[in-house]
């Protein structure tokens, strides 16, 4: 069975900062798609950027980038010029790659803070 | 608004009663899932429907939960005989399934707790 960890319960960097989320997953598929989602208080889920794991590319969406290590299967989220409304919880998450493999797995999450 | 919406935002309940959560997808979506997130937890997978047809259950999603999408539209979440461990947020989200890579939508979440 495929398992995410997200080592780092807390985490805070000061505003216009540079900060990185630690993930890593265990699976035994070769492909599959990795996500990061923010969830703010009382507010929902959305995706904040999405690798695939046949993509050896680093994928980067403005300020949020990824470092994907698969032989590592180490998943990172690099938010760069921090600000305050990064603040949330962030998860990292898993999916198979067949059409019907179609849940999410999760990690238990990050809380990150953001000081001005 | 056209995100995905779920009804009620809030429920309490004292042990042993049913409940039924409501969630409305993002419209023309046609697969439509249910997650369980208690505190400090990330959200845990219960089922997933395409259209109507739930194709997959969580071995989380015991007797006494039951999920349906009748017309492949809106979904009913329902609860019997709550216990307090079923207190949490009950998530649902929606995606558009052409292929292996559809992203899912999230809604606000139904918070319940079991008095």
């Known amino acids: 069975a495929q398992t995410v960890t997200q080592s780092q319960p807390e985490m805070s960097v000061q505003e216009a900062e540079t900060v990185t989320l630690s993930c890593t997953y265990d699976?035994?598929?070769?492909?599959?798609?990795l996500f990061w989602y923010k969830q703010p208080p009382s507010r929902q889920m959305i995706l904040v950027i999405r690798?695939?794991?046949?993509?050896?590319q680093n994928a980067t969406e403005n300020r949020f980038s990824v470092n994907f290590q698969k032989a590592a299967k180490s998943f990172s989220l690099k938010i760069s010029d921090s600000q305050l409304g990064d603040a949330a919880m962030y998860f990292c998450a898993y999916r198979g790659s067949t059409y019907y493999t179609d849940k999410l797995i999760f990690g238990t999450g990050t809380r990150l803070q953001v000081f001005p | 608004d056209t995100g995905v919406s779920q009804d009620p935002r809030h429920k309490i309940t004292k042990r042993g009663q049913n409940v039924t959560f409501r969630c409305d997808p993002i419209s023309e979506h046609n697969r439509l899932y249910w997650y369980r997130q208690t505190l400090g937890q990330g959200p845990e997978f219960l089922t997933y429907f395409q259209n109507e047809a739930q194709l997959e259950k969580s071995r989380l999603l015991s007797d006494r939960f039951s999920a349906e999408r009748p017309k492949g539209s809106f979904s009913t979440l329902e609860i019997q005989r709550t216990e307090q461990g079923d207190s949490a947020m009950y998530l649902c989200?929606?995606?558009?399934?052409?292929?292996?890579?559809?992203?899912?939508?999230f809604g606000p979440g139904t918070r319940l707790t079991v008095l």
């Open positions: 989200a929606s995606s558009l399934a052409r292929h292996s890579h559809n992203e899912q939508f």
């Open positions: 699976t035994s598929e070769s492909d599959y798609y």
């Open positions: 690798q695939e794991a046949y993509k050896q």
